[in-house]
């Protein structure tokens, strides 16, 4: 079974500082690797994805991914966060041997300090 | 193309009441999923169809939830005899499958209250 892990609950961060959040998959094949934003009262947005291919990934808000396979990893960086950057963060796998249905991370919660 | 839509956005019950969720799909899309947000945790899959057809349920789905999709379109989710442990964020999404490239459409989600 697929699963995810972002081992930081929060992450503080000034801004102008540069970003990365945490992702640990598992997964025994080549997963579907995704990154989703979600601010209060708002729906889940897609920031990026991996399929295959180059393993940097460029998503929407500047920001970036980088799928290492050695690792089972898949951070998300910003090189200069913003404070509408404040907001929650979740990593996802989907896998064929899952029909390709999403498995979220519990999430990050990111606090931009002015 | 308005994306996806759900109703209501909130909804404050009383245990033992049972009440539905709707969710409106992004029109030309095969596949709705239904998944459950608690606070502080990420999304946690319930169910989901291709076009109308219920394919999985996970084991979080007990017998007092239903969820249909008549016709492949909009969808309901229906929780019968609420419990405290109701309380959540429930979330549509839907997809447009082909091949592995599964990417989901959130609505902004339904929050439960069970009092």
């Known amino acids: 079974a697929q699963s995810v892990t972002q081992p930081d609950i929060h992450i503080t961060v000034s801004e102008g500082a540069s970003l990365e959040l945490r992702c640990n998959y598992s997964y025994g094949a080549t997963p579907y690797l995704f990154w989703y934003v979600q601010s209060p009262g708002q729906g889940l947005q897609l920031l990026l994805k991996?399929?295959?291919?180059?393993?940097l990934v460029q998503g929407i808000k500047g920001f970036e991914a980088e799928f290492k396979r050695s690792q089972s990893s898949f951070n998300l960086r910003k090189p200069s966060v913003h404070w509408s950057d404040a907001a929650e963060y979740f990593c996802a796998v989907g896998a064929a041997g899952g029909s390709y249905i999403p498995t979220f991370g519990r999430g990050t919660s990111l606090i931009v300090h002015p | 193309d308005t994306g996806v839509s759900q109703d209501p956005r909130h909804k404050i019950t009383k245990r033992g009441q049972n009440v539905t969720f709707r969710c409106d799909p992004i029109s030309e899309h095969n596949r709705l999923y239904w998944y459950r947000q608690t606070l502080g945790q990420g999304p946690e899959f319930l169910t989901y169809f291709q076009n109308e057809a219920q394919l999985e349920k996970s084991r979080l789905l007990s017998d007092r939830f239903s969820a249909e999709r008549p016709k492949g379109s909009f969808s309901t989710l229906e929780i019968q005899r609420t419990e405290q442990g109701d309380s959540a964020m429930y979330l549509c999404?839907?997809?447009?499958?082909?091949?592995?490239?599964?990417?989901?459409?959130f609505g902004a989600g339904s929050r439960l209250t069970v009092l």
């Open positions: 991996y399929f295959s291919g180059d393993t």
């Open positions: 999404a839907s997809s447009l499958m082909t091949g592995g490239d599964n990417v989901l459409t």
